[in-house]
């Protein structure tokens, strides 16, 4: 079975400071994996993907992410934090594409001005 | 559409009384997922569409839970004899080919049942 950890509930940061968002994932084969933002009353919307292509992984809005297999990890970093950058991310694994996601609990990002 | 609608927005129920919750999903989109998210939980996975057929309901937690997609667009989740443990919000996703590749999804149906 799947699973994805997210460490980290709520992370604060201060803006212009950097982003590292938390996500370990646990996977019997290769994983697909993916960040998710969701913005106050609105959808979850698609960060960035990694689809056994390249290993570094460059999003939407700066962020990008790096598939680690050794680490099992996927975490998720922007350089500089923007105060529109606060909201809930989620980081998801799937086996092959067109299965269901598995999602981690979620990440609350809070950016200090 | 511009986006994933989801109808109600909001949704109270008794406990004991069925609910029929509306997803509208991009137009000419194949896929189509509903998810369940607790409240400080990610989404967790219920059933999966490829046009009107229903390929993947694993995620249902009882046989109360009923999604249907007769023509291929919209799609309806039916709870029937609402528990309290129902309460969640109801995500409805769409992606415009045969996988899950990149997900659209609607801002949710929040279900409280009393």
């Known amino acids: 079975a799947q699973s994805v950890t997210q460490l980290g509930s709520h992370v604060s940061v201060s803006e212009g400071a950097l982003v590292l968002l938390r996500c370990n994932y646990s996977?019997?084969?290769?994983?697909?994996l993916f960040w998710y933002v969701q913005y106050p009353n609105q959808g979850l919307q698609l960060l960035l993907k990694?689809?056994?292509?390249?290993?570094l992984v460059k999003g939407i809005n700066g962020f990008e992410a790096e598939f680690k297999k050794s680490e099992t990890s996927f975490h998720l970093t922007k350089p500089s934090a923007h105060m529109s950058d606060a909201a809930e991310y989620f980081c998801?694994?799937?086996?092959?594409?067109?299965?269901?996601?598995?999602f981690g609990a979620g990440t609350i990002l809070r950016v200090k001005s | 559409g511009a986006g994933v609608s989801q109808s109600p927005r909001y949704k109270v129920a008794k406990r004991g009384q069925d609910v029929a919750l509306r997803c509208d999903p991009i137009?000419?989109?194949?896929?189509l997922f509903w998810y369940q998210q607790a409240l400080g939980q990610g989404p967790e996975f219920l059933t999966y569409?490829?046009?009107?057929?229903?390929?993947?309901k694993s995620g249902l937690p009882s046989d109360r839970f009923f999604a249907e997609r007769p023509e291929g667009s919209v799609s309806t989740l039916k709870i029937q004899r609402t528990q309290q443990e129902d309460s969640a919000v109801y995500l409805c996703?769409?992606?415009?080919?045969?996988?899950?590749?990149?997900?659209?999804f609607g801002s949710g149906t929040q279900l409280s049942v009393l």
């Open positions: 996703a769409s992606s415009r080919r045969k996988s899950n590749e990149k997900l659209f």
């Open positions: 996977s019997s084969v290769p994983p697909y």
């Open positions: 990694y689809t056994s292509a390249a290993t």
């Open positions: 998801a694994v799937s086996e092959w594409q067109g299965n269901k996601l598995v």
């Open positions: 137009s000419g989109h194949v896929s």
């Open positions: 569409f490829q046009n009107e057929a229903q390929l993947d």
